[in-house]
């Protein structure tokens, strides 16, 4: 197998044009939350804490709009591999409709009612004021995101993981040099702290907003259509789409609302606490991208071919990219703990922070390779071949009957160390990857699911 995938060039070739670009990206979109966290971090840990609570409600929503556009995508990916422009259109304002939707409910909590959000997660009087004035600006920037990612997710679906990668490049450069200058003061500016930050990140996810949706419309990019061509589907085609779409939507909802009550039992065992798992997992994120380049790659990669009634080929692909999710996870979780001592130096926080977030970036190393085949298996293998109900079920089911219990078991009642919990935590991954792998080899996964369309 590891022969015949290292002799197979056209797969190569398009995982190269593909993967690589939105791994890059990830790369960024993750960095855009390091830059805040590693600069407000030279502030104070309450501030780390503020600005990490504050971000779960993007959190939530950011895994909605994934679902919204996972499910989306999987349509246009199967649509392109027989070049059905219109159905492309059709699927993309589906999916527009969604995601604007979402943003506007979005932005209303977090503009109206960021009070209320804090309290949810956080005691702490000080930590809920700083994140009430972050949420307040951060909140404009949620439409902005949502015709981002709906953008970004399409083209990539199409082939095009350039564009996507140049604006977020582009993103990240304004949100890095504005976070300097309004977080500390610069170039006559007063020093806004937390609030410089949540201004940055608005402009910046303004201008990749405005970066994609004029790139895309002054061009001849395949998703470019008439703006009346994107919304004249009809019910049917809608509730087809929904059908799929549906269950990766309740997948990332729910899952963020799992990952977020993992927040609010660490978040219980103190603000020292809870900055060192918002240090840890703001670094997770950056190790994790190569899962998401793979997993985004193997969606569009298998989709394709599933659309152009290829399965044969799609199941081998399947196999190959596992194969190169368990290489990169084995070189990053080593190259992880090699670096967390110099990797928490970065952060402005006492000695015990510092320590207990290389223990727990170090039980992050230890599951990174599992977790990142978990992610390979829902966002690539599954929805790429539609199989997104039983997607569902493996993670929601890991989720909450295993992560969930552990994480309030361990805080509330064993008040375990923090690097302790974070490792029971993550005995969901384990009973993921033994679900997932299942039903991978069973090869049930892959249809053409728009097979009458």
Same mark, same amino acid.
């Given at each position: 197998?590891?022969?015949?995938?290292?002799?197979?060039?056209?797969?190569? $070739?398009?995982?190269?044009?593909?993967?690589?670009?939105?791994?890059?990206?990830?790369?960024? +979109?993750?960095?855009?939350?390091?830059?805040? #966290?590693?600069?407000?971090?030279?502030?104070?840990?309450?501030?780390?804490?503020?600005?990490?609570?504050?971000?779960?409600?993007?959190?939530?929503?950011?895994?909605?709009?994934?679902?919204?556009?996972?499910?989306? &995508?999987?349509?246009?990916?199967?649509?392109? /591999?027989?070049?059905?422009?219109?159905?492309?259109?059709?699927?993309?304002?589906?999916?527009?409709?969604?995601?604007? =939707?979402?943003?506007?409910?979005?932005?209303?909590?977090?503009?109206?009612?960021?009070?209320?959000?804090?309290?949810?997660?956080?005691?702490?009087?000080?930590?809920?004021?700083? /994140?009430?004035?972050?949420?307040?600006?951060?909140?404009?920037?949620?439409? &902005?995101? &949502?015709?981002?990612?709906?953008?970004?997710?399409?083209?990539?679906?199409?082939?095009? =993981?350039?564009?996507?990668?140049?604006?977020?490049?582009?993103?990240?450069?304004?949100? +890095?040099?504005?976070?300097?200058?309004?977080?500390?003061?610069?170039?006559?500016?007063?020093?806004?702290?937390?609030? /410089?930050?949540?201004?940055?990140?608005?402009?910046?996810?303004?201008?990749?907003?405005?970066?994609?949706?004029?790139?895309?419309? +002054?061009?001849?990019?395949?998703?470019?259509?008439?703006?009346?061509?994107?919304?004249?589907?009809? $019910?049917?085609? =809608?509730?087809?789409?929904?059908?799929?779409? @549906?269950?990766?939507?309740?997948?990332?909802?729910?899952?963020?609302?799992?990952? +977020?009550?993992? %927040?609010?039992?660490?978040?219980?065992? /103190?603000?020292?606490?809870?900055?060192?798992?918002?240090?840890?997992?703001? #670094?997770?994120?950056?190790?994790?991208?190569?899962?998401?380049?793979?997993?985004?790659?193997?969606?569009?990669?298998?989709?394709?071919?599933?659309?152009?009634? $290829?399965?044969?080929?799609?199941?081998?692909?399947?196999?190959?990219?596992?194969?190169?999710?368990?290489?990169?996870?084995?070189?990053?979780?080593?190259?992880?703990?090699?670096?967390?001592?110099?990797?928490?130096?970065?952060?402005? %926080?006492?000695?015990?922070?510092?320590?207990?977030?290389?223990?727990?970036?170090?039980?992050?190393?230890? @599951?990174?390779?599992?977790?990142?085949?978990?992610?390979?298996? %829902?966002?690539?293998?599954?929805?790429?071949?539609?199989?997104?109900?039983?997607?569902?079920?493996?993670?929601?089911?890991? #989720?909450?009957?295993?992560?969930?219990?552990? &994480?309030?078991?361990?805080?509330?009642?064993?008040?375990?160390?923090?690097?302790?919990?974070?490792?029971?935590?993550?005995?969901?991954?384990?009973?993921?990857?033994?679900?997932?792998?299942?039903?991978?080899?069973?090869?049930?996964?892959?249809?053409?699911?728009?097979?009458?369309?």
């Amino acid at each position: 197998m590891i022969r015949s995938m290292l002799q197979d060039k056209h797969f190569f $070739r398009v995982l190269t044009a593909i993967g690589i670009p939105v791994a890059i990206q990830h790369v960024i +979109t993750s960095s855009l939350n390091l830059v805040d #966290v590693v600069m407000i971090g030279q502030i104070n840990a309450v501030s780390i804490t503020a600005v990490g609570l504050a971000n779960q409600l993007f959190f939530v929503f950011s895994l909605l709009l994934f679902g919204i556009n996972s499910g989306g &995508a999987i349509f246009v990916a199967q649509f392109w /591999g027989r070049r059905d422009l219109e159905n492309i259109h059709k699927s993309l304002g589906v999916a527009l409709l969604l995601s604007v =939707a979402g943003g506007l409910m979005f932005t209303v909590i977090s503009v109206l009612f960021p009070e209320w959000f804090m309290r949810l997660l956080s005691n702490d009087d000080e930590a809920i004021r700083l /994140g009430v004035e972050y949420l307040r600006i951060v909140g404009l920037s949620y439409l &902005a995101t &949502a015709v981002s990612i709906t953008l970004s997710s399409a083209s990539r679906s199409v082939g095009d =993981a350039r564009l996507p990668m140049r604006a977020s490049i582009l993103s990240l450069g304004v949100n +890095t040099g504005l976070n300097a200058v309004l977080i500390f003061g610069l170039l006559g500016f007063p020093a806004m702290g937390v609030k /410089g930050a949540a201004l940055a990140t608005l402009v910046a996810r303004g201008l990749e907003c405005l970066i994609l949706t004029v790139t895309i419309f +002054t061009s001849l990019h395949p998703l470019r259509a008439k703006g009346h061509q994107y919304f004249r589907f009809s $019910r049917a085609f =809608a509730r087809r789409i929904l059908q799929k779409s @549906f269950p990766v939507m309740a997948n990332e909802f729910l899952w963020a609302i799992g990952m +977020t009550l993992y %927040v609010a039992a660490y978040a219980r065992m /103190g603000t020292q606490a809870y900055a060192a798992v918002q240090i840890s997992q703001t #670094v997770e994120k950056l190790f994790f991208v190569a899962a998401m380049g793979i997993g985004h790659a193997a969606a569009v990669m298998i989709g394709n071919l599933l659309g152009e009634n $290829r399965r044969e080929e799609a199941i081998r692909y399947s196999r190959y990219f596992n194969l190169l999710t368990i290489f990169f996870g084995i070189v990053l979780a080593v190259f992880l703990l090699v670096t967390a001592p110099a990797i928490a130096r970065f952060f402005n %926080v006492d000695e015990q922070v510092r320590a207990d977030a290389v223990k727990v970036m170090a039980v992050f190393a230890f @599951f990174l390779t599992i977790k990142m085949c978990n992610a390979l298996q %829902v966002i690539g293998t599954l929805r790429g071949g539609g199989d997104t109900t039983y997607s569902l079920m493996m993670e929601i089911s890991s #989720v909450y009957l295993v992560g969930v219990p552990m &994480a309030f078991l361990a805080t509330t009642y064993w008040q375990l160390p923090i690097y302790v919990v974070v490792a029971l935590v993550h005995l969901e991954e384990v009973t993921k990857a033994i679900v997932g792998f299942r039903r991978l080899f069973s090869n049930k996964w892959a249809s053409n699911i728009i097979e009458g369309m």
